[in-house]
């Protein structure tokens, strides 16, 4: 039930609005909590409505509202607002209906008693165990507004990461699809033109404008099966990329391709340094650590890297003998600063050094790589465009000699 109503508090401070209660009984408890003293209230009757709550099982929290979300809360806990009266305040501010529900569902468990680290597991795709992990260590050390701004700093260098390379990546992606758009135009269109002339006057077609001919009746006479098709190999590959076996093999090429590589090393060196160097300065042991940051790195050649760097770290081993053990993969500089923080004790300051480095060289490289991609796409657009054009005057060329 949707109910009206106005409120007073103690103070004199009065509020009008609106509110959803089981009963009359149940707002007065709702609003009591809030500090306000129920005077007076109506039922409101709700008009018909198509409900689309289940569209926000598929609704996303964007990174800056987590951010916006950490920064806040750590202000308002320093100021020495309590975390439910914080958490309160935040889910009236946010205007993503996600995030709002998932909020006072945090609220209410700590309010039954729980701790915001364990509130928040219920959420695994929202908060990720990095973030529980420095919330978690942030509580236990009685330091949760700075593990707080720890989170917002991590997010926030890791969102700027992500979107230096998607820019990187989005200009030659646009252009491929456009040049596919066109091609496939040009072949409903205008190669049934041609085809038209070239049966009219009984060229003889060299096997490249066969080819193109096959493709263009194929697409024009069988349009419906042409798009089943693709959309049947589309499913293919985006099932064989979500498969282990298919990610590893990704994985591995990527870090093999000429342009690509040395931007995928620098962005996983600046990822591995960054999230480390948050969970030591939150005061999480290393062990838990580094299984937290094999869950943030999404290449499994880094990942096993970790996993090797636990199991020596478990043995009495140091991280950075098994960070140099790896130059192709991490640059020596990781293993390095590591081990200089390992004998002064300042691990997270070593790492964030080495964060903010090969950060500065993931921005410098995603300038360069759209540099170079330019002259790339050209060359790839022009023998595409050649192959056509030759192919089509090929035969006109071959009807001239004849006359």
């Given at each position: 039930?949707?109910?009206?109503?106005?409120?007073?508090?103690?103070?004199?401070?009065?509020?009008?609005g609106?509110?959803?209660?089981?009963?009359?009984?149940?707002?007065?408890?709702?609003?009591?909590?809030?500090?306000?003293i129920?005077?007076?209230?109506?039922?409101?009757?709700?008009?018909?409505k198509i409900?689309?709550?289940?569209?926000?099982?598929?609704?996303?929290?964007?990174?800056?509202?987590?951010?916006?979300?950490?920064?806040?809360?750590?202000?308002?806990?320093?100021?020495?607002?309590?975390?439910?009266?914080?958490?309160?305040?935040?889910?009236?501010?946010?205007?993503?209906?996600?995030?709002?529900?998932i909020?006072?569902?945090?609220?209410?468990?700590?309010?039954?008693?729980?701790?915001?680290?364990?509130?928040?597991?219920?959420?695994?795709?929202?908060?990720?165990?990095?973030?529980?992990?420095?919330?978690?260590?942030?509580?236990?050390?009685?330091?949760?507004?700075?593990?707080?701004?720890?989170?917002?700093?991590?997010?926030?260098?890791d969102?700027?990461?992500?979107?230096?390379?998607?820019?990187?990546?989005?200009?030659?992606?646009?252009?491929?699809?456009?040049?596919?758009?066109i091609?496939?135009?040009?072949?409903?269109?205008?190669?049934?033109?041609?085809?038209a002339?070239?049966?009219?006057?009984g060229?003889?077609?060299?096997?490249?404008?066969?080819?193109?001919?096959?493709?263009s009746?194929?697409?024009?006479?069988n349009?419906?099966?042409?798009?089943?098709?693709?959309?049947?190999?589309?499913?293919?590959?985006?099932?064989?990329?979500?498969?282990?076996?298919?990610?590893?093999?990704?994985?591995?090429?990527?870090?093999?391709?000429?342009?690509?590589?040395?931007?995928?090393?620098?962005?996983?060196?600046?990822?591995?340094?960054?999230?480390?160097g948050?969970?030591?300065?939150?005061?999480?042991?290393?062990?838990?650590?580094?299984?937290?940051?094999?869950?943030?790195?999404?290449?499994?050649?880094y990942?096993?890297?970790?996993?090797?760097?636990?199991?020596?770290?478990?043995?009495?081993?140091?991280?950075s003998?098994?960070?140099?053990?790896?130059?192709?993969?991490?640059?020596?500089?990781?293993?390095?600063?590591?081990?200089?923080?390992?004998?002064?004790?300042?691990?997270?300051?070593?790492?964030?050094?080495?964060?903010?480095?090969?950060e500065?060289?993931?921005?410098?490289?995603?300038?360069?790589?759209?540099?170079?991609?330019?002259?790339?796409?050209?060359?790839?657009?022009?023998?595409?465009?050649?192959?056509?054009?030759?192919?089509?005057?090929?035969?006109?060329?071959?009807?001239?000699?004849?006359?």
């Amino acid at each position: 039930m949707i109910y009206s109503y106005k409120a007073k508090k103690l103070t004199g401070e009065e509020t009008t609005g609106e509110r959803e209660a089981k009963d009359r009984f149940d707002l007065a408890r709702l609003l009591k909590e809030e500090g306000f003293i129920l005077i007076s209230f109506g039922e409101k009757r709700e008009r018909f409505k198509i409900n689309f709550s289940f569209l926000d099982f598929f609704a996303k929290v964007p990174v800056s509202e987590k951010m916006m979300f950490s920064r806040n809360l750590a202000v308002m806990i320093g100021a020495g607002v309590s975390l439910h009266k914080s958490l309160k305040t935040l889910t009236k501010q946010t205007g993503n209906k996600k995030f709002k529900k998932i909020l006072e569902s945090v609220s209410d468990k700590i309010k039954k008693g729980d701790s915001f680290s364990d509130a928040l597991k219920g959420y695994p795709g929202v908060f990720s165990s990095l973030f529980v992990a420095m919330v978690n260590a942030g509580e236990k050390t009685g330091k949760l507004e700075g593990s707080l701004d720890l989170i917002a700093e991590q997010l926030k260098r890791d969102y700027d990461l992500k979107r230096k390379i998607r820019g990187a990546l989005m200009y030659p992606a646009i252009i491929v699809l456009a040049m596919a758009g066109i091609g496939v135009l040009m072949m409903i269109y205008v190669v049934p033109t041609l085809i038209a002339t070239f049966e009219d006057l009984g060229v003889d077609l060299p096997a490249t404008t066969k080819f193109i001919v096959f493709v263009s009746n194929f697409l024009v006479n069988n349009w419906l099966l042409a798009l089943l098709i693709a959309v049947f190999f589309s499913a293919i590959f985006w099932y064989a990329f979500k498969t282990p076996a298919s990610k590893k093999i990704i994985d591995y090429g990527i870090l093999h391709m000429p342009l690509i590589s040395p931007l995928v090393k620098k962005t996983n060196t600046a990822r591995t340094a960054r999230t480390l160097g948050s969970l030591f300065e939150s005061g999480v042991n290393i062990l838990e650590s580094l299984d937290i940051c094999r869950d943030v790195l999404q290449n499994h050649l880094y990942k096993d890297i970790l996993r090797e760097t636990r199991s020596a770290v478990e043995k009495g081993d140091t991280a950075s003998k098994i960070f140099l053990a790896h130059p192709k993969l991490y640059p020596p500089l990781l293993g390095e600063m590591a081990a200089v923080g390992e004998e002064t004790g300042k691990m997270s300051e070593m790492f964030f050094r080495v964060a903010e480095f090969y950060e500065e060289e993931v921005s410098a490289a995603t300038k360069d790589l759209s540099t170079v991609i330019e002259p790339v796409l050209m060359i790839i657009i022009g023998t595409v465009v050649g192959f056509f054009a030759v192919s089509m005057i090929q035969p006109m060329y071959s009807m001239m000699g004849g006359l």
